[in-house]
């Protein structure tokens, strides 16, 4: 399973960007989606959760009601919808994958239990 994120970028404060994460895998998997991110010297942090169904998903509080996460039809692909950017914003975001035996609502917010993680990429808000 390969996990490819495009989209990050520069941006201003109060800017948005859209990222998107490509999951290269077997067809018939099913996979609960998050994005994470890392700033400079600190842990990576969860930001935002889908189930496979996409009918559940769970933002860290910092980013309510400025981020979205959401799927498309096929399900094979993930976005981060950013929006009132701030400067702490600002580190590598990272798309992650669950793999989901029996449960398409199933969701998680804990890093450790991903199974698969993309390459990253780099968001920067100016202040």
């Known amino acids: 399973v390969q996990l490819v994120e495009s989209g990050g970028g520069l941006v201003q404060t109060a800017g948005s960007l859209r990222l998107s994460c490509v999951i290269n895998g077997p067809p018939g998997d099913m996979f609960a989606m998050g994005w994470f991110r890392q700033n400079q010297g600190k842990d990576r942090e969860f930001v935002a959760a889908?189930?496979?169904?996409?009918?559940?998903?769970r933002y860290a509080d910092f980013v309510k009601g400025r981020f979205m996460i959401s799927k498309d039809y096929a399900r094979k692909n993930v976005y981060l919808q950013m929006n009132n950017q701030k400067p702490e914003d600002t580190g590598v975001y990272y798309c992650?994958?669950?793999?989901?035996?029996?449960?398409?609502?199933?969701?998680?917010?804990?890093?450790?239990?991903?199974?698969?993680w993309g390459q990253g990429t780099q968001v920067t808000v100016s202040s």
């Open positions: 889908v189930s496979w169904s996409g009918a559940f998903d």
């Open positions: 992650a994958a669950h793999y989901v035996y029996s449960d398409p609502d199933f969701l998680t917010t804990d890093a450790v239990d991903y199974d698969h």
